[in-house]
């Protein structure tokens, strides 16, 4: 199993230099919560950006990041804004691994709550899941990714 960082929400930090939120350029959000892992998981740091930012050419470098990697199960830490758009384009190349998105609607760094359990949900359902496709771990639920999709003027996912 492989964790692969893009960024998103969930890396966003404060910069007190600016005033804004943005994408750090790190993995300290997702190291923090696996400090306390007993089975260490390799990761890896890809895009850092915000998903809105996201280009073909990020998506297909991310599709090169898996091709090119033995696991064929990975988690992808990502912004939840063009998450599905993401996902469609990874299933529409990959029928032979397990991928899990994820994110979260809060940065890490505000509250930590929603970005542990999206992540513990997609680091277990990975762990045990037996099926290859494309997933969503998101607000409690992990579907293939079409099931799933953000309701942007609710701010939650749903089923579909």
């Known amino acids: 199993m492989k964790i692969l960082n893009t960024g998103g ?91 899990i998105l994820t994110g979260a609607m809060t940065p890490f760094e505000i509250d930590n709550t929603e970005a542990s359990v999206n992540f513990g949900m997609a680091l277990g359902y990975a762990k045990s899941c037996k099926q290859y496709g494309v997933y969503i771990c998101m607000n409690g639920e992990i579907l293939p990714y079409d099931k799933l999709v953000k309701n942007k003027s609710l701010g939650k996912f749903e089923i579909v």
């Open 9 to 99: 929400t969930f890396n966003k930090r404060y910069n007190p230099l600016n005033g804004q939120m943005q994408v750090a350029f790190d993995n300290k959000a997702i190291e923090k919560m696996m400090e306390g892992f007993i089975d260490p998981v390799e990761m890896a740091g890809v895009i850092y950006k915000d998903s809105l930012e996201f280009t073909s050419d990020d998506r297909k470098m991310l599709a090169n990041v898996i091709y090119a990697d033995e696991e064929d199960v990975f988690i992808i830490v990502h912004g939840t804004d063009t998450m599905d758009v993401t996902a469609g384009f990874l299933d529409a190349i990959f029928d032979d691994r397990i991928i």
